[in-house]
């Protein structure tokens, strides 16, 4: 049977034991939060969901390709416009040249009856 | 919440903090449980190198049931110890028992010194034999004198009664006493020595 002396003898071994407890080395430690950091990852994912959603009109600028886009739509509209006022000149070399010279002429003098009752008053 | 004020909160608060998204919160402890889990699954392992890959093993798992851990249950350190135990418990099953002679032998042939052992050398004794222990009982005379842990919570690691956890710490102390007297009389100490 084990005497009050020997497990006194046994605690001196025990102290000795604690004192010497391994310490994580910088790797380890390094290896850990790593792992910390990636596990925590999913968690951050849902606040970033959370943003405010775009309003409708956000949502159709976006839907028709952003704002690059609705640049473009605007300045094809603003062209659009100044070519039906002022018919630019090379319009009619292209027309003849595709349809042949009387055909031009008479696509582009759409009335001609309107023509000859304002210069006759 | 800042690095600082946490030295005072609890393991289970730090935990729900970390679950939380709290990143100071893992470091926090981390620090605080990383010794601790190292320390157990070296004396169980008696590998440090393997002991680290069990501590970073049992420290994952932490970090993954963080989400769920529900508050009152069981302590941190309590779970810990239980999951450090049974991955020490697989290693060993694969390797065959260390015996007493093969443990490592203090490197700097110090152990010739007769005056009495100086503290290293205690310790590398007590690991030697410790290691000659069967594994249930090494595992509760390190928790009980080593980690500090108290009989009910060595109860709740090894999943067994109070009274289980006081019998095998007994017989492991008794058996430690015995390997220790060996070893002794193999480097040439005398009883009334050290």
Same mark, same amino acid.
């Given at each position: 049977?084990?005497?009050?002396?020997?497990?006194?003898?046994?605690?001196?071994?025990?102290?000795?034991?604690?004192?010497?407890?391994?310490?994580?080395?910088?790797? @380890?430690?390094?290896? /850990?939060?790593?792992? %910390?950091?990636?596990?925590?990852?999913?968690?951050? &994912?849902? !606040?970033?969901?959370?943003?405010?959603?775009?309003?409708?009109?956000?949502?159709?600028?976006?839907?028709?390709?952003?704002?690059?886009?609705?640049?473009?739509? %605007?300045?094809?509209?603003?062209?659009?416009?100044?070519?039906?006022?002022?018919?630019?000149?090379?319009?009619?070399?292209?027309? $003849?040249? @595709?349809?042949?010279?009387?055909?031009?002429?008479?696509?582009?003098?759409?009335?001609?009856?309107?023509?000859?009752?304002? $210069?006759?008053? | 919440?800042?690095?600082?004020?946490?030295?005072? !909160?609890?393991?289970?608060?730090?935990? *729900?903090?970390?679950?939380?998204?709290?990143?100071?919160? %893992?470091?926090?402890?981390?620090?605080?449980?990383?010794?601790?889990?190292?320390? =157990?699954?070296?004396?169980?392992?008696?590998?440090?190198?393997?002991?680290?890959?069990?501590?970073?093993?049992?420290?994952?798992?932490? +970090?993954?049931?963080?989400?769920? +851990?529900?508050?009152?249950?069981?302590?941190?350190?309590?779970?810990?110890?239980?999951?450090?135990?049974?991955?020490?418990?697989?290693? @060993?099953?694969?390797?065959?028992?260390?015996?007493?002679?093969?443990?490592?032998?203090?490197?700097?042939?110090?152990?010739? *010194?007769?005056?009495?052992?100086?503290?290293?050398?205690?310790?590398?004794?007590?690991?030697?034999?410790?290691?000659?222990?069967?594994?249930?009982?090494?595992? &509760?005379?390190?928790?009980?004198?080593?980690?500090?842990? !108290?009989?009910?919570?060595?109860?709740?690691?090894?999943? /067994?009664?109070?009274?289980?956890?006081?019998?095998?710490?007994?017989?492991?102390?008794?058996? @430690?006493?015995?390997?220790?007297?060996?070893?002794?009389?193999?480097?040439? =100490?005398?009883?009334?020595?050290?």
């Amino acid at each position: 049977m084990m005497t009050k002396d020997k497990d006194i003898g046994l605690e001196a071994y025990f102290e000795a034991g604690r004192a010497a407890t391994p310490v994580p080395s910088a790797d @380890l430690i390094g290896r /850990i939060m790593a792992d %910390a950091q990636a596990q925590m990852a999913p968690a951050i &994912a849902p !606040t970033e969901t959370s943003a405010p959603r775009p309003g409708l009109f956000a949502s159709l600028i976006e839907a028709i390709g952003g704002w690059p886009t609705l640049a473009g739509m %605007a300045t094809a509209g603003i062209v659009g416009v100044w070519v039906g006022f002022s018919q630019p000149a090379g319009l009619d070399m292209v027309a $003849e040249q @595709l349809l042949g010279a009387e055909d031009a002429r008479y696509l582009v003098d759409l009335l001609p009856a309107f023509s000859a009752d304002f $210069e006759e008053g | 919440m800042p690095f600082d004020a946490m030295s005072d !909160t609890p393991d289970e608060a730090l935990l *729900v903090l970390y679950a939380n998204g709290d990143f100071a919160a %893992a470091q926090a402890l981390m620090l605080r449980l990383t010794p601790r889990v190292l320390g =157990y699954a070296t004396r169980l392992l008696n590998d440090h190198a393997e002991a680290e890959d069990v501590a970073q093993d049992a420290m994952m798992r932490l +970090w993954k049931v963080a989400p769920e +851990w529900r508050q009152g249950e069981a302590k941190v350190s309590t779970w810990l110890y239980r999951v450090v135990s049974n991955l020490c418990t697989d290693r @060993l099953r694969k390797r065959r028992t260390v015996a007493l002679e093969s443990v490592a032998e203090p490197e700097d042939g110090r152990a010739s *010194v007769v005056q009495g052992m100086i503290e290293q050398e205690r310790a590398v004794a007590l690991d030697a034999a410790l290691a000659t222990l069967p594994e249930r009982q090494r595992q &509760a005379v390190v928790l009980r004198h080593l980690e500090g842990a !108290t009989n009910p919570e060595i109860a709740q690691v090894l999943e /067994i009664s109070v009274e289980a956890v006081e019998s095998l710490t007994a017989r492991g102390k008794r058996a @430690l006493t015995v390997a220790l007297a060996d070893r002794r009389k193999d480097l040439g =100490y005398h009883d009334d020595q050290g």
